[in-house]
């Protein structure tokens, strides 16, 4: 899942990012309204973390301009503003979530999961074959045995099984897995492909390569794990 951060507090910002890529979201990070307003016409994301108290363009106008673009994307109000008039008003401009600094992250993180859940149209637990798939912890079992993942892993699991049975391009791993700045090439992708598929050759159920195209999360022809 990539996020769009919002927050021109450097040291708020350095937090976030730290601890959401650590959790294997991607995230981009903006430190005023106008270059969140930009990011979000130039690139789709799953999640937009908003402050109010925005240089250049407040946040309630990058609020505003989105959903005037007719943009659905989650929004979660990030913000030291929370007096009921500011929660009304980011909410009627279109928020999804709201939550008040200062926060404890583990707050922070459930709302995530349950934003980027509700825009995926998926519940929290996910079976498909022997693989189970909890959204909401972020863990992965096959044969009820628990997957030992990294990060990178994981948000590529959770991309595949969200799409399973379907073809999914380089491309969009690429764009749904890197934050800006991070320079990750088809043949990386490759990499972390080449690990996920061994880790789950455990149960049923194989990442299948669409040639040149993109990879599949498939169930394995009966009587082979592979």
């Given amino acids: 899942m990539r996020i769009l951060l919002a927050e021109d507090d450097q040291a708020i910002a350095l937090g976030l990012v730290t601890a959401l890529r650590k ?10 309204g106008a270059m969140a307003d930009a990011a979000l016409m130039s690139q789709a994301y799953d999640l937009l973390i908003l402050d109010l108290s925005l240089p250049r363009l407040s946040g309630i106008d ?24 500011d929660r ?13 600094k200062p926060f404890a992250l583990a707050e922070l993180f459930a709302r995530v999961r ?7 149209g998926n519940t929290n637990h996910i079976v498909y074959g022997s693989l189970s ?9 096959v044969n009820g045995e628990l997957l030992k993942l990294s990060a990178r892993e994981l948000a590529l699991l959770e ?42 050759e455990i149960g049923d159920i194989r990442i299948t390569t669409v040639r040149g195209l993109g ?5 394995a022809p009966s009587g082979s794990n592979h």
């Fill in 23 to 32: 959790e294997s979201y991607a995230v981009d990070h903006v430190e005023d």
């Fill in 62 to 85: 990058v609020l505003t301009r989105l959903r005037h673009r007719k943009n659905t994307t989650a929004v979660l109000i990030l913000t030291g503003r929370d007096g009921v008039d």
């Fill in 88 to 100: 009304v008003r980011g909410l009627d401009a279109g928020a999804d979530d709201y939550l008040a």
């Fill in 159 to 200: 991309l595949l099984v969200l799409r399973a049975g379907k073809m999914v391009g380089k491309e969009q791993l690429i764009d749904k897995l890197c934050s800006w700045g991070e320079e990750v090439s088809s043949n990386a992708i490759e990499v972390y492909v080449h690990r996920l598929r061994k880790k789950l």
């Fill in 215 to 219: 990879y599949s999360l498939e169930l």
């Fill in 133 to 141: 798939y909890n959204q909401a912890d972020r863990e992965a079992h």
């Fill in 114 to 120: 349950a934003l980027t859940r509700r825009g995926s």
